[in-house]
Structure formats: C-alpha cells, structure tokens
C-alpha cells in the first residue's frame, strides 16, 4: 500500500492540536506504528472515544500499522488529568471481558484480520506491567525522570492546585510515568514510534518520548487532537441519559442516530470531518449544499448516516431511518410492526401509556373505550367520538372510524398498539 500523507489528512479535518517537530517527514519515510490508549474499565466504548478511534482508522487508510492498547494496568489506577477522582479496581477476568468487547468494536473502524501487512495489533499492557515489581519499576523506570519534569506537567499542577480537589494520591501522581513506559515498551517490542491521543494527553505522551531518549536511546513522536465540544458549551458525547454508548444494548441505533441527527448546524459541519470517512470534495459539496438550504438538514442526515452506518452497519441505520420517520414522515402500520420493542419505547418515549389486559382483546377493544373509558386518553366518550368524525384518530398510523374494534392483530411486538390523535397526540396501549 501506498503512504498517503497522514498529517495533512488530519489537519483539513480539524484533528490536530499538538504535533511534535519532524512527524511529518517520520511518517512519509516508510509504514510506522502509532498507539492510541482505551480505558477498559466498561464492556463498551462510547462516542467520547471516537476521535482517538478515528486517529487509528485514518493513519491505517494511510498505509501505516495502527496499535489500540487496552489499558488494563493503567485502567487500574486512573489518570489524572482532567478528572477528579481514581478508579475503581477491576479483577482481570473483567478486564479480559472488556477488552474482547472494545477489540469487537473497534474491529468496525480497523482490520484486524485481512492478513495486510499494517493490520492491526491489539496490547493489554497488564501484560508487561503485572510482573514488574515496584522496586524493579523505580529502579529501572523512575530514576530516569525527575520530579521536576514530572510536576511541570499540566495535568498534575491542575490537580494538585485545583479548587474542590482532595489533592493527587502517589498512585495518580505515577500514572505518567506507567504510560511512558507502555510508549517504551511498544517501541522496543512493536516498532512503534508515534503516540497518539486528546490534547489532555500530551504531558503523559511526551514522558513516553523522554524515556525512549533516556533509557532506549532513539526517538518517539507525539500527535494529540483537540478535545471535541459542543457549540452550545455542553459536553460532546453525553445525552440526557447518559454517555452515548457503541453497544446497541446500552445506546439503541435509533438513539444513536437521533444523536447525531439532532446536531447543530455548525458542529455538523465539524463533525463530518473527524467522525466519517468521507473526502474532502464530498464534504464541501454538502456543506455547500447545506448552506443554500440548511432547513434540509443534509449535513446531519449525512453523518448520522455514516456513523451510525459505522458503528451499527447497513441494516441498523435503515431501521433508525424508517423509526425517525414514523414519528415525523408518511409511514404504514407494517413500518410500526417491523419495529423492535427498544426501537418502539425510545421513540415513543415519555408518551402517556394505559395498560389493558389480554382478555379485552379477545372479542375486539372498542375504539371508543380504548380512547376513554378503558383508559383515559380522552376525557369522555363524546369526545372520542367527535374525534373519530373529525377523522383525526389511528391505529398504528392508520385512520380509523366509530365502530373500529381493536384486537390482537394490532399488537406490536406482541405487546404495543399505538394510538394517535391528529398528528402529535400519541398515546400507547400496553397488553399485559
């Protein structure tokens, strides 16, 4: 494979904040090896970890061998920099759990089995740290960097100063020193001469360049990118419930979709750079495209498109293109039907809801008790009559009239019937 020019590729996408002097020309000389680092305290990566995902992915399509390291030494003992309290401890029968789950997910972004000769590799570094003992680890590792070099860092000063902070344990406080080692470690035994990681990384990073001149004698690089935020001031990567998670179990793909589609215009314009594989001529036809009509949205249909398309595959974004429209397009009572029942309850989220029994559907619900007396979506029968004259009532999307029995053929997924009165008033039966 050819070497296409990795930097310059990250610099129109907007994915470079820090990159150390001469990687350019590093990179452009032969295929090398560059690490990124996964936190593996969770069965799942989320969409906060998607830029470093996207570090990986884009030096692979630019002919070099990129390196995830499932951080199980370090996942034990927290990073400091930015947050304000340590980890929890995992057993290592978890840690190998969520590792397998991260490589799966990653497996969406980067080759992991093509045979290819930058395919890529995946490190556990509790591999090489959980024989090391703490007098062999500041013997051969702590004396070569001082603790001035280590203080001067901004990630220890903010934790050591910062207001509302209980200070940094020692344990914290060695955190770089462990992920300058890894950096070591990978280029004595990988080849691996580039680190890669956010902008909050680059004091742990380049401790990794300064042992690898100290103790191996050659030569590291360091690339981070910026820290994604949001126009509005809120965090990238959070939703009302939570961290956008890459497990459909944890975050459905219709969420996932919504979350992306619900992008302001500006960050949509960011966002299809660092999070899709498009090309440059293709994004600045759509933002162009997006500019002369920006109420079509094209930008955030688009990448909500790709990511999820990504992360999900084909058939998981049709199904969260045909959810998104049964709440605002022309859709069927076969489109309601054919979806899961998590696909059904995130969109119809925070609708009113009636449970009624199996028995009610035996001989057929009249509509008019479904519309009030047997639930109390209407507040009488004359008025879910007027309604049903208006011809503002459906069942399952479809317009019913005064005599209208519902029955179990309605149910969906053995278990919904969706009730609506003109466009927005949904209300949802439940069959126990």
């Not at 680890?137 to 860092?153: E, L, P, Q």
């Not at 600045?284 to 909500?304: D, F, G, S, T």
């Not at 519309?371 to 479809?398: D, M, W, Y």
């Amino acid at each position: 494979m050819s070497l296409q020019n990795f930097v310059e590729e990250l610099k129109w996408r907007g994915m470079v904040h820090d990159v150390m002097p001469e990687t350019e020309e590093h990179l452009m000389e032969q295929m090398r090896s560059a690490y990124v680092g996964f936190d593996p305290t969770a069965d799942s990566l989320h969409i906060g970890n998607l830029v470093p995902i996207m570090l990986l992915a884009f030096f692979q399509r630019a002919g070099h061998r990129p390196v995830a390291l499932v951080g199980g030494a370090t996942g034990m003992i927290g990073d400091p920099s930015g947050k304000s309290s340590e980890r929890n401890l995992l057993d290592e029968k978890t840690l190998r759990h969520n590792q397998e789950c991260v490589r799966k997910q990653l497996s969406h972004f980067l080759d992991f089995s093509s045979g290819a000769e930058n395919e890529a590799v995946m490190v556990n570094n509790y591999d090489w740290m959980k024989e090391f003992s703490f007098l062999g680890f500041i013997r051969d590792v702590g004396k070569h960097i001082t603790i001035n070099y280590m203080m001067a860092k901004d990630s220890v000063k903010n934790r050591i100063t910062g207001d509302g902070t209980e200070g940094m344990s020692f344990t914290e406080f060695t955190y770089q020193l462990v992920q300058g080692y890894d950096f070591l470690h990978l280029y004595n035994n990988n080849d691996c001469t580039l680190q890669m990681g956010g902008s909050d990384q680059w004091g742990n990073i380049t401790t990794g360049t300064e042992l690898i001149r100290r103790i191996g004698g050659g030569k590291g690089y360091a690339l981070t990118c910026p820290l994604i935020t949001k126009s509005d001031g809120s965090k990238f990567g959070k939703s009302e419930g939570g961290n956008v998670w890459l497990d459909a179990k944890r975050t459905s793909p219709y969420k996932f979709y919504q979350y992306w589609l619900n992008s302001s215009d500006e960050d949509a314009e960011k966002y299809i750079k660092i999070f899709t594989f498009l090309d440059k001529n293709t994004i600045e036809a759509l933002v162009k495209e997006h500019a002369e009509a920006p109420h079509r949205r094209v930008l955030q249909k688009r990448l909500a498109e790709e990511v999820t398309k990504t992360v999900h595959g084909v058939q998981q974004l049709e199904n969260a293109v045909k959810a998104s429209s049964i709440l605002f397009g022309k859709s069927t009572s076969a489109d309601i039907k054919s979806l899961d029942e998590q696909t059904f309850l995130d969109i119809f989220e925070g609708v009113p809801q009636a449970e009624i029994t199996k028995d009610m559907l035996q001989d057929g619900l009249d509509i008019i008790g479904a519309l009030a007396e047997k639930t109390g979506f209407l507040k009488s029968n004359g008025e879910a009559r007027r309604a049903l004259k208006e011809n503002s009532i459906s069942v399952n999307k479809e317009k019913v009239k005064e005599g209208y029995s519902i029955t179990s053929e309605d149910l969906i997924n053995e278990t919904f019937v969706l009730l609506q009165r003109g466009k927005k008033n949904y209300f949802v039966l439940k069959v126990q």
